[in-house]
């Protein structure tokens, strides 16, 4: 568990979270906080924690039905990730953060879920900062969710983000853990329309502007709005319940509730409107969301059952972000 881990910086105090501000009002707060200078620096003691979340039907129906996961999915192994967000830029606001927010790559989340999550229940959300690690192209660091049910660990999620052009970066080298598989099979092709930005802000109350509109998106050099990458995970995430799995090791698609540890990378965006092709693997564990050519990949995902088959440690090659 993530907060159990020696990497996690200490906090003398969590700050508890009783009021949400709006989107607008925490947009407002990424703005001001592009003044902050490009440097390496050590993370904050900050942390937040919101308690009594409820699992509400209703937003998980809407966010289930825009992402693809079908009502058998229940709880959406996604969907804590999105009810911590707001607590995500709550962290990432505030005055002692070191980096500025808007023009953050998002590299990468793992996901490790310990228990299926139920409509209807409450959890306790828990975000602070993790660790560093260095980039070619900058610092990365990490943001740590834990979210507890009754006291007990749940789901656990780490987002790791680069803010590039920092020099003299912080940690040991970030390595991406999936590698390029050319032996994949295509299983889906999808169609992503030019509102779907708009769509998914709507849900997950993600609001930054590359994903709205075209002068928006132009404002921080994207020719056309990209898609946020956690609704491509999500989506990769509902199509996976429909493929059939070879693997001895992982009986269960990952949509079952069962105990789950899923990673994705993020390689290039996904432009709005346009068209977008899954492919798999044939140990059914690893997926990659690509271009309509299938050439170009956007993500690249696996997931594996905790009993058995944990994740190792990233060791393999720095991922392009070009």
Not at 164 to 178: I, M, S
Request: aromatic share 8%; with cysteine.
């Amino acid at each position: 568990m993530p907060n159990d881990r020696t990497d996690i910086v200490p906090v003398a105090q969590v700050t508890q979270v009783t009021y949400l501000p709006s989107p607008l009002a925490l947009y407002v707060r990424a703005l001001l906080s592009s003044r902050k200078p490009a440097r390496a620096q050590p993370m904050p003691t900050l942390a937040f924690e919101r308690r009594n979340v409820p699992l509400d039907a209703g937003d998980i129906a809407r966010y289930a039905l825009l992402c693809g996961f079908s009502e058998a999915n229940g709880v959406p192994v996604t969907w804590p990730h999105l009810l911590a967000f707001p607590l995500h830029m709550l962290l990432m606001t505030d005055r002692a953060f070191p980096f500025a927010m808007l023009g953050m790559v998002h590299l990468a989340n793992r996901i490790r879920q310990h228990a299926a999550l139920h409509v209807g229940e409450r959890l306790t959300l828990d975000v602070r900062c993790g660790p560093l690690y260095a980039h070619d192209k900058g610092q990365v660091f990490t943001v740590v969710t834990t979210a507890r049910r009754n006291g007990i660990v749940v789901w656990t999620g780490e987002s790791l983000y680069l803010r590039t052009g920092v020099r003299d970066a912080l940690g040991a080298p970030y390595r991406a853990e999936l590698a390029a598989d050319d032996a994949m099979t295509k299983s889906a092709t999808w169609r992503v329309p030019a509102d779907l930005g708009r769509q998914y802000a709507r849900v997950s109350g993600d609001y930054n502007p590359i994903h709205l509109w075209p002068f928006t998106a132009k404002l921080f050099g994207f020719a056309r709005p990209i898609i946020h990458g956690m609704w491509s995970f999500a989506r990769t995430v509902a199509a996976m319940d429909s493929i059939p799995s070879t693997s001895p090791i992982s009986p269960t698609p990952p949509g079952d509730g069962a105990k789950l540890d899923l990673l994705v990378e993020f390689k290039t965006p996904v432009l709005l409107p346009g068209e977008i092709t899954l492919w798999r693997a044939a140990d059914g564990e690893r997926v990659e969301l690509r271009d309509a050519a299938g050439t170009v990949p956007h993500l690249r995902a696996c997931w594996r059952n905790v009993a058995t088959a944990p994740f190792s440690e990233p060791t393999s090659s720095t991922p392009d972000l070009s």
